[in-house]
Each structure stands twice: as C-alpha cells, then as structure tokens.
Nanobody
Framework: VQLVESGGGLVQPGGSLRLSCVASGFTFSNYPMSWYRQAPGKEREFVATVSRTNGITNYHDSVEGRFTISRDNTKNTVGLQMNSLKLEDTAVYYC?????????WGQGTQVTVSS
C-alpha cells in the first residue's frame, strides 16, 4: 500500500486549499479512505472519512461545513477541499486507509494558515 499526498502550502485565514492523495498497491474502490492531521505538539486527529463509493462521509466537528472529502475510484485518488481555513487548521495532513489488517499512512503534506 502506498499513499502519496500533495497540495499543501501556505494560505491566509479564510482561504482555500485542496489536498490530494494518490493510492496504489491495493484495490482502492474496496476501502474507505480518510484524512487525519497533526498539529505541532498535539496528537494526530481524525479529520474526515469517505466510504467506498462517496455515499457516506463523516467529519470532525471542527471542520464540518468547511471541508469536503471526495474520491475518484477511476483515478485512485481521494481529495480534501478545505475552505474558510482558520489558524487552527495548521497541521500536517495525512491520508489514511486500513487494508488487510494494517493501517497505512502517507508521508503527509504541510498546511500552514497564517496572515
């Protein structure tokens, strides 16, 4: 299993970013996909998850209504559209899945929200 994130960067408060994760090494369409994040000095936390077919999504309360997770099973990608970004959204964002009894993480992409 390989997960490769991209799309992070520096953005001002109120701005938007779109993260992308390209997956390989497993049958992508068979597994839910998630995003997590880890801010400096804090534990890694759940951000959002999407079911195998985009039918069901779930979000952390702090991003509900601002972030949208989606997937494209034809391209083996999962995205995270982040709008109305806040200072507290600053973190390294990780793509995550659980395949064959094992957790798999990407290398992470840095998102910095700063004025």
């Amino acid at each position: 299993v390989q997960l490769v994130e991209s799309g992070g960067g520096l953005v001002q408060p109120g701005g938007s970013l779109r993260l992308s994760c390209v997956a390989s090494g497993f049958t992508f369409s068979n597994y839910p996909m998630s995003w997590y994040r880890q801010a400096p000095g804090k534990e890694r936390e759940f951000v959002a998850t999407v079911s195998r077919t985009n039918g069901i999504t779930n979000y952390h309360d702090s991003v509900e209504g601002r972030f949208t997770i989606s997937r494209d099973n034809t391209k083996n990608t999962v995205g995270l559209q982040m709008n109305s970004l806040k200072l507290e959204d600053t973190a390294v964002y990780y793509c995550y899945t659980y395949v064959a009894g094992k957790s798999s993480w990407g290398q992470g992409t840095q998102v910095t929200v700063s004025s």
